[in-house]
């Protein structure tokens, strides 16, 4: 889904923030961007001792500490990272079980991370990255647009930043800010370990992300879960409201099939 040009944005010698970098896809960001140009990376992670070992002494990647649900901490990247281009929100937390085991605590915390996190980004930086041309990539989930039955917390959390980010597009978007908001589905990384289905790789995801944040695209799909719930949501979106547990058991049986058709698996 697409407003874009035939301008392709290059990454070549941006500043470049990244939040959650270095888990699965955050790393493979830090991959992408580099082979693309990138002129410094901000790899904001909560532990800065434990990071990859062919980061260090990389001049284009700077390290920062970062922990998201601390406005202060948040504050103090954003003075930083002053120089930034472009934000990759894609930190985020997941909270599996039925809403009768988790209390509110619990249901603060996810929400803290995948919401009010990529929200006080935004309040920080969106003025500035509008006033130098720049943008704003929102990794989300097609968890916000059907709820997985083990995670219905984090399906929640993420549906609030979609509609955060959606409004971001509408309102920064008229000002410069050029927002894309990637819904992947499967990803093969340790937060979706304990789901069987065949899982996109990270690099997959963050190329495809990438290459339509490039184009202007203000939307992508960037996997074969995320493409066929989409055309799902087209055909009979009514369902997503009014019947959504047998509407997501027959999206599993056709992703099901199509996986071990695609992969060969008996």
């Not at 509609?163 to 000002?175: E, I, K, S």
């Amino acid at each position: 889904m697409s407003d874009a040009t035939n301008t392709i944005r290059p990454i070549e010698g941006l500043s470049i923030l990244v939040t959650g970098a270095n888990g699965g896809v955050g790393v493979a960001f830090i991959d992408a961007l580099l082979s693309r140009g990138a002129r410094r990376i901000y790899a904001a992670v909560r532990d800065p001792g434990n990071l990859p070992a062919d980061w260090r002494g990389n001049d284009h990647i700077v390290p920062i500490g970062l922990e998201l649900t601390d406005p202060q901490q948040l504050a103090a990247a954003a003075r930083l990272c002053a120089d930034v281009d472009l934000i990759i929100s894609n930190a985020g937390v997941t909270c599996i079980g039925p809403v009768s085991t988790k209390d509110e605590a619990s249901a603060r915390e996810v929400m803290e991370v995948n919401y009010f996190a990529p929200l006080r980004l935004t309040n920080l930086f969106a003025n500035d990255l509008c006033a130098r041309g720049g943008g704003m990539i929102f990794v989300l989930s097609m968890a916000a647009m059907i709820p997985p039955g083990p995670a219905p917390i984090y399906s929640a959390s993420k549906s609030a930043c979609a509609m955060f980010a959606a409004g971001v597009l509408a309102d920064y978007g008229r000002r410069g800010l050029q927002v894309t908001l990637s819904f992947p589905g499967y990803i093969d990384t340790p937060m979706a370990a304990g789901f069987t289905s065949f899982k996109a790789s990270p690099a997959a995801i963050v190329e495809r992300t990438l290459a339509a944040w490039q184009a202007g695209e203000t939307h992508v799909f960037p996997d074969a879960f995320s493409t066929m719930v989409l055309d799902y949501m087209r055909r009979d979106g009514a369902r997503m409201l009014v019947d959504v547990d047998n509407l997501r058991r027959e999206i599993a049986l056709a992703y099901d099939t199509w996986s071990r058709k695609q992969h060969h698996i008996p």
